[in-house]
């Protein structure tokens, strides 16, 4: 039974006239009159969000709101579990914080927000709201591309999963609680169906949207939007293209200026008068032009080879750019026929194109999982092979040395079960230095130490949050956890003890990396890095110069040089421990360490060491969420060639840089294949999505992670 002030709460919600500021206003004091009362909390965070939305909210005021509902939404939920608006309004809350926190946080998040929402349902399944939440859920899920899936792999180990057909159970099941009461549902319903190219369904649900009633101030605006005639499906999947003769000379004169034509692309500019538009000082990534006709090439491609009914027509015929197309018809029969072929007779054979240059298109052998595998691990000294997929387990592999499809596919792996459920999830795993142990940790905060043979030697619940990182120490001594709850755990192996578990940081820690046997680097979403010593409470150096939350930290092969990645779009080199005579954007402030769970001395002053990044890498146009060092100079086994760094980003490019010098000497893009010297080595095609790949330690195989379950195994010949 709810309390009077709840219901009154409610009765002002529903009252349009009531103003939200206002409402907010009373029910911060109802709040702090009934501190306890839930009904009070979810309505007073329902009505924080609504006022965060307002067109009048500004940037920070939404911030603070957001943050103010969360704080309030986590209060509500630790006093009622069984509330079905508090899970409702978890979710919502918590979706909107993903905003602020950055990309890894927000994966995270995503398996929070849908547990809750399907806790919800279960508790009121009569709730048409919470069915169309999740239905938007899956849309947000299934609509993710190629790029974004192998970024959240990386980030977090297990992607989230969903499909639009999962989507439409959801949308469909709203609809029938609340049938044509609401615009945006029947509007999502026929965009799924469209994703479907199921037309006849898109059309009828389409229809439906028009006549719905409008409820919601979405409703309005989309309503508003068809009587300026402008469809409301089209508006929301489409944009609005404009495009001005300035633009095209402007895309022009750089081809000009980027091919070596000094004096055409003077002259040009000159004769279009350039230099009085306002599209002059614009920056245009190189080749623009180029990737411009690229991609609309393949639009006319596309278009040229669809069907009426949505259904696409099988072509091998080349589509150039000045020659007119023919279509020719993709031999099925031949292409069954070589495949059959490649099973019996060519397992470890390679496939040659002559006559054209074209590369080695090499087989693989495949060992398959239950779902889809989205990370794989070497074995640092054996022929063994961990992989992690989708469906709480990870699976160890050992691989002959002489492959064949037949013996591949006959491997039984030894499965690491982490229990199953939704918060279950392997998020990280990691083989110590001498390949006899391999740690894994879990969305639900716990790290397990696995032997080789697939046996579970220990198990610790240390977190309160996901684990984002397990790392074992240059020796092994040390295994490092860390977590969404802020908070590092480090276990000694000699003694089979927890050293110390220590706050360092303000926001979810999301990656780490170890120096040696007594230091390691932690990075955060609060856009800081600390420099940490095994044993000490508060870390020696604390680095600051990101913008946005850093997504990965790794030291140098040496130990001297650190680098980071972020969601700022940048990639920082940094020398830690450079002396006091160094300008310094370093600060040796930080957060207190966690005395009651925390071991070592605490030697009450803070370190004086200073630094400043070496170099800042720029040059990347969207979030840069991994990077690797290259096996080259001191440190290394190849001292005498230059040390470099790689770095990949969300705008679909890798691009390595010279560390000396911080200067980007290559830059690939991947909707293409990616060239080294000119000439592609070899090529390996598989039936699905590849995530991730990995070289073993004697650079004689290939593994790579395929979305449909594949783990393919490819042995490299030049």
């Not at 920056?283 to 009914?309: C, M, R, T, W």
């Not at 000439?679 to 999505?689: F, H, I, R, V, W």
């Amino acid at each position: 039974m709810e309390s009077a002030d709840a219901a009154r709460a409610e009765e002002l919600y529903n009252d349009k006239s009531y103003d939200r500021r206002t409402l907010l206003a009373e029910l911060r004091q109802m709040h702090v009159a009934s501190p306890e009362d839930v009904g009070v909390m979810w309505r007073l965070t329902r009505c924080a969000y609504d006022v965060s939305n307002l067109k009048s909210t500004s940037a920070a005021e939404k911030k603070e709101l957001t943050y103010f509902a969360r704080d309030v939404i986590q209060k509500a939920l630790d006093r009622a579990q069984d509330v079905a608006q508090v899970h409702n309004w978890f979710g919502i809350i918590l979706s909107s914080i993903g905003d602020y926190e950055g990309s890894k946080v927000a994966i995270a998040n995503s398996y929070t927000i849908k547990g809750h929402w399907e806790t919800s349902v279960a508790l009121d399944p009569s709730n048409p709201t919470t069915h169309h939440l999740l239905g938007r859920w899956c849309i947000s899920i299934a609509d993710l591309s190629w790029l974004e899936r192998k970024a959240a792999a990386v980030l977090f180990g297990t992607p989230p999963e969903s499909s639009y057909d999962e989507a439409l159970e959801f949308l469909l099941q709203s609809d029938a609680l609340a049938p044509g009461a609401w615009k945006k549902n029947s509007l999502l319903i026929a965009q799924v169906y469209y994703k479907k190219k199921d037309w006849a369904a898109a059309k009828e649900w389409t229809q439906k949207a028009l006549a719905a009633p409008v409820q919601t101030e979405e409703d309005q605006t989309r309503e508003s939007a068809r009587g300026k005639g402008r469809p409301p499906l089209r508006r929301a999947r489409y944009f609005t293209m404009a495009i001005t003769s300035d633009e095209v000379n402007f895309l022009i004169y750089r081809y000009l200026q980027e091919s070596g034509f000094m004096h055409s692309a003077f002259t040009f500019a000159y004769e279009s008068q350039l230099a009085k538009t306002s599209v002059i000082d614009t920056e245009l990534p190189p080749g623009a032009l180029i990737s411009f006709i690229q991609k609309g090439l393949q639009y006319v491609g596309i278009e040229a080879h669809i069907n009426e009914d949505g259904t696409e027509r099988e072509c091998e015929g080349e589509f150039s750019l000045l020659s007119p197309h023919i279509c020719r018809v993709a031999q099925s029969a031949t292409s069954s026929a070589r495949s059959a072929g490649a099973a019996s007779k060519s397992s470890n054979k390679r496939k040659r194109k002559h006559g054209d240059g074209s590369p080695d298109t090499v087989d693989a052998a495949k060992v398959t999982e239950a779902n889809g595998v989205y990370g794989c691990l070497w074995n640092p000294v054996k022929n063994v092979l961990v992989s992690g997929s989708s469906d709480s387990t990870a699976r160890i592999w050992e691989i002959p040395s002489e492959l064949s499809a037949s013996t591949a596919l006959a491997l039984t792996p030894k499965v690491l079960n982490h229990g199953a459920g939704p918060h279950k999830d392997v998020t990280t795993l990691e083989w110590n230095p001498d390949g006899t142990l391999l740690a894994s940790g879990t969305y639900n905060g716990k790290t397990r130490i696995w032997d080789v043979g697939g046996e579970m030697k220990h198990i610790f619940q240390y977190h309160n949050g996901p684990v984002f990182a397990t790392r074992w120490s240059k020796s092994g001594t040390y295994l490092l956890s860390a977590s969404f709850d802020k908070t590092v755990a480090v276990w000694d192996t000699t003694g089979e003890t927890k050293r110390q578990q220590i706050k360092l940081h303000e926001d979810p820690i999301l990656d780490a990396s170890w120096k040696d046997d007594s230091t390691f680097a932690t990075c955060s979403s609060d856009m800081r890095i600390c420099v940490t010593r095994v044993g000490e409470l508060k870390p020696d150096v604390v680095l600051t110069g990101h913008t946005d939350a850093i997504n990965s930290v790794k030291w140098g092969p040496s130990g001297r040089l650190l680098a980071s990645c972020s969601d700022d779009f940048t990639v920082k080199i940094w020398d830690p421990f450079r002396g006091d005579d160094e300008s310094s954007a370093a600060t040796p402030e930080q957060p207190e360490a966690d005395g009651a769970d925390a071991a070592g001395k605490e030697d009450g002053e803070k370190k004086k060491a200073k630094t400043a990044w070496l170099h800042n890498l720029e040059e990347h146009k969207k979030e840069v969420y991994t990077f690797r060092w290259s096996c080259t100079g001191p440190g290394t086994a190849n001292p005498g060639s230059p040390l470099t760094l790689a770095s990949a980003s969300f705008d679909g490019t890798v691009k390595v840089w010279d560390v000396e010098s911080g200067a980007c000497i290559r830059t690939f893009e991947h909707q293409y294949p990616v060239y080294g010297d000119g000439s592609l080595a070899k090529t390996y095609q598989a039936n699905g999505d590849i995530y991730e790949v990995n070289w073993n330690k004697q650079g004689s195989l290939i593994s790579a992670c395929v979305s449909n379950g594949d783990v393919a195994i490819i042995a490299f010949r030049l």
